[in-house]
Nanobody, 121 residues
Framework: QVQLVQSGGGLVQAGGSLRLSCAASGSIFSINAMGWYRQAPGKQRELVATITSGGITNYAGSVKGRFTISRDNAKNTVYLQMNSLKPEDTAVYYC???????????????WGQGTQVTVSS
């Protein structure tokens, strides 16, 4: 069974920094893209950043230049370094990974449990 476990997050003042981590564990043969999404109250879940297995990154325009996504393939872990945080970054952040568990299965997306990030003004 595959699971993604997130850590990090919390409360920070505007202009501050936080780092999120997400580790995949269980029956994992390979992982394609990994990423971070967020959902603010009353809004739809939106993409924050993604990274391919080869390290190619993609960012939402609202976080470009402030957030950095990275991954450690040996640890099946993805990170999100968030700098210059703004109150509008307040949301529940979810990690996501396209994982191939092995023979008899297909690649499919898995989600972390979510972690609250609150940025005070």
């Amino acid at each position: 069974q595959v699971q993604l476990v997130q850590s990090g997050g919390g409360l920070v003042q505007a202009g501050g920094s936080l780092r999120l981590s997400c580790a995949a564990s269980g029956s994992i043969f390979s992982i394609n893209a990994m990423g971070w999404y967020r959902q603010a109250p009353g809004k739809q879940r939106e993409l924050v950043a993604t990274i391919t297995s080869g390290g190619i990154t993609n960012y939402a325009g609202s976080v470009k230049g402030r957030f950095t996504i990275s991954r450690d393939n040996a640890k099946n872990t993805v990170y999100l370094q968030m700098n210059s945080l703004k109150p509008e970054d307040t949301a529940v952040y979810y990690c996501n990974a396209d994982i191939f568990p092995g023979y008899g299965f297909e690649y499919r997306p898995y989600w972390g449990q979510g972690t609250q990030v609150t940025v005070s003004s």
